[in-house]
């Protein structure tokens, strides 16, 4: 049960567009097409942003999308907005769950 | 709306035990897999244990497993999670949250979480 693999960090200004990877393996994220990305801000509990690969939950802006290829996810933020600052974990169903270690977005 | 609410946590001693629940409203409790995920202080989501809705199917995380218990009493709206011989690492904030599952397995709804720190 090892976490899944996100950079500690990304950056990006206002209206650029941003990608965090999420790495895992072919028994969890490459198999499976059961990812979903959180977002959390400073205590706060985390929102559902996209669910199975790359569907969003109503309510989530479409600014917000999710692929996946291979063993890797990513979560791409289009039109980066001041909000978009938080931390943004991907997780991973393959009969358990597993979590990435997180991604602190800063928006400059 | 959906409310999750959690409750129990504190300050313990290690290798002492704390229960926590998980008091649920606005929607069909009975008809949802429900989960434990816990956050150390200044770090990342770690999932802990979920269980299905009838309470027949149950996992754990490998770094809880022969220590905590997760269970539900359907009639009271309520999930619980036993904890026993804990130990520092596992000082962290416990949320609730509801799994959507079948065709779909993510968490579409997290409590705020309760706080237990173990220390002596």
């Known amino acids: 049960q090892s976490a899944l693999t996100q950079p500690r960090s990304v950056s990006g200004s206002p209206g650029q567009s941003v990608t965090i990877s999420c790495t895992g393996t072919?028994?969890?994220?490459?198999?499976?097409?059961?990812v979903s990305w959180y977002q959390q801000h400073p205590g706060k509990a985390p929102k559902l942003m996209i669910y199975?690969?790359?569907k969003r939950p109503s309510g989530v802006p479409d600014r917000f999308s999710g692929s996946k290829s291979g063993n890797t996810a990513s979560l791409t933020i289009s039109g980066l907005q001041a909000e978009d600052e938080a931390d943004y974990y991907c997780?991973?169903?393959?009969?358990?769950?597993?979590f990435g270690g997180g991604t602190k977005l800063t928006v400059l | 709306q959906v409310q999750l609410v959690e409750s129990g946590g504190g300050l313990v001693k290690p290798e002492g035990s704390l229960r926590l629940s998980c008091a649920a409203s606005?929607?069909?409790?009975?008809?949802?897999?429900m989960s434990w995920i816990r956050q150390a202080p200044g770090k990342g989501l770690e999932w802990v244990s979920y269980?299905?809705?009838?309470?027949?199917?149950?996992y754990y995380a490998d770094s809880v497993k022969g220590r905590f218990t997760i269970s539900r009493d359907n009639a009271k709206n309520s999930l619980y999670l036993q904890m026993n011989s804990l130990r520092a690492e596992d000082t962290a904030v416990y949320s609730c949250?509801?799994?959507?599952?079948?065709?779909?397995?993510?968490?579409?709804?997290w409590g705020q979480g309760t706080l237990v720190t173990v220390s002596s």
């Open positions: 949250a509801r799994i959507v599952s079948g065709w779909d397995y993510y968490f579409d709804y």
């Open positions: 606005g929607f069909t409790f009975s008809d949802y897999y």
């Open positions: 269980i299905s809705s009838s309470g027949s199917t149950i």
């Open positions: 072919s028994s969890d994220v490459g198999g499976y097409n059961y």
């Open positions: 199975d690969v790359s």
């Open positions: 997780c991973s169903y393959a009969g358990i769950f597993l």
